[in-house]
């Protein structure tokens, strides 16, 4: 199992451009989540996925948007990118939660994104 | 406010020496508690997890500890080892569901030769 797959590694981007990070994993994971790394702060989440075709807001959604058409992939897309979303984004994804309170969560190795 | 704090935000030890970090916690109601592990340019890796009624729980040299009363939680490491250098990050959970995870913000641990 390759796990949970992000692309690409780095990516720097002008103010005002559009992008898609990729992820995918391939543990038949029902769950998958995006997050961003800031220096002092806390990881925080963006959006979240319990299942294909079902996605919600986190904590931190403004500039993003997510689908889930298939269980494999959770792309995050920056609809305009802003110098305020210069961070590092990590995709996890883990089972079903309904239920299980000790399920393990993977994340991805992570997309160091700068916007100038 | 739902909250994580770790302390201290970063330590140097030698390498075979343990140490232990702190977590506390404000977040309310509690599900379980996470350790991870991140190594630089890398995502976290979980270590262990633990729910209100275990009060400790080993991974190899890491031993994490749990006192739900106090909403406190420490991580041990034993015989350190250069591998070891890493960012430890505590996470709460304040329901079932992986979008009720509150992070704390790590404390960066360098083990010198």
């Known amino acids: 199992n390759a796990g949970v797959t992000q692309t690409p590694k780095f990516q720097v981007l002008k103010t005002g451009q559009s992008m898609t990070l990729q992820c995918a994993q391939d543990?038949?994971?029902?769950?998958m989540s995006w997050y961003r790394q800031d220096p002092g702060m806390g990881l925080r989440l963006i959006h979240y996925?319990?299942?294909?075709?079902?996605?919600d807001q986190g904590e931190v959604p403004n500039g993003y948007n997510v689908s889930r058409s298939t269980t494999e992939d959770f792309p995050l897309r920056l609809l305009s990118a802003a110098p305020s979303q210069t961070s590092v984004y990590f995709c996890?994804?883990?089972?079903?939660?309904?239920?299980?309170?000790?399920?393990?969560?993977?994340f991805g190795p992570g997309t160091r994104l700068t916007v100038l | 406010k739902n909250q994580v704090e770790q302390s201290p935000q970063s330590l140097i030890i030698l390498e075979g020496k343990n140490c232990t970090l702190q977590?506390?916690?404000?977040?309310?109601?509690?599900?379980?508690l996470r350790w991870y592990k991140q190594d630089t340019g890398r995502g976290p890796v979980s270590l262990t997890i633990?729910?209100?009624?275990?009060n400790t729980k080993s991974n190899g040299r890491y031993t994490a500890t749990l006192d739900a009363d106090t909403k406190q939680s420490s991580l041990h490491i034993t015989a350190s080892q250069l591998s070891d250098s890493a960012s430890y990050i505590c996470?709460?959970?304040?329901?079932?569901?992986?979008?009720?995870?509150?992070f704390g913000t790590g404390t960066r641990l360098l083990v010198s030769p």
């Open positions: 543990m038949n994971h029902e769950y």
């Open positions: 996890a994804s883990s089972r079903a939660t309904s239920g299980i309170r000790t399920d393990t969560q993977y």
């Open positions: 977590c506390n916690y404000t977040v309310s109601p509690f599900s379980n």
């Open positions: 633990m729910t209100f009624s275990e």
């Open positions: 996925s319990v299942g294909a075709g079902i996605t």
């Open positions: 996470v709460v959970s304040r329901d079932t569901g992986f979008q009720k995870l509150v």
